[in-house]
């Protein structure tokens, strides 16, 4: 079982910016991707950035510009740079070890994001 210990987030104030990190017991390219997956409450799960091992990323459309993905393989950690956030974008955010296409290794415990003034 992979394990995924995730960290950084908190309360923000709108426009403000938050790093979570992701930090994976083995290395990285044991993966096909690594990727951030948020939920707000009575909402369902959804993908917040994809990281594929082999080098491209990929965000939805309406995250792009404000949400980055990048990677430390020497720590064997993610990072989601999030910025200018929105009340909209609080949410639990979780991170995923993936090895292949839709099929997940393990998921991180995942870390609360308030966004409020």
């Known amino acids: 079982q992979v394990q995924l210990v995730e960290s950084g987030g908190g309360l923000v104030q709108p426009g403000g910016s938050l790093t979570l990190s992701c930090a994976a017991d083995r290395s990285l390219d044991r993966f096909y991707s690594m990727d951030w997956y948020r939920q707000a409450p009575g909402r369902q799960r959804e993908l917040v950035a994809r990281l594929i091992i082999s080098g491209q990323t990929n965000h939805p459309d309406s995250m792009k510009g404000r949400f980055t993905t990048s990677r430390d393989d020497a720590l064997n950690t993610v990072y989601l740079q999030m910025n200018n956030l929105e009340p909209e974008d609080t949410a639990v955010y979780y991170c995923?070890?993936?090895?292949?296409?839709?099929?997940?290794?393990?998921w991180g415990q995942g870390t609360q994001v308030t966004v409020s003034s």
């Open positions: 995923a070890a993936a090895s292949a296409f839709g099929v997940f290794d393990s």
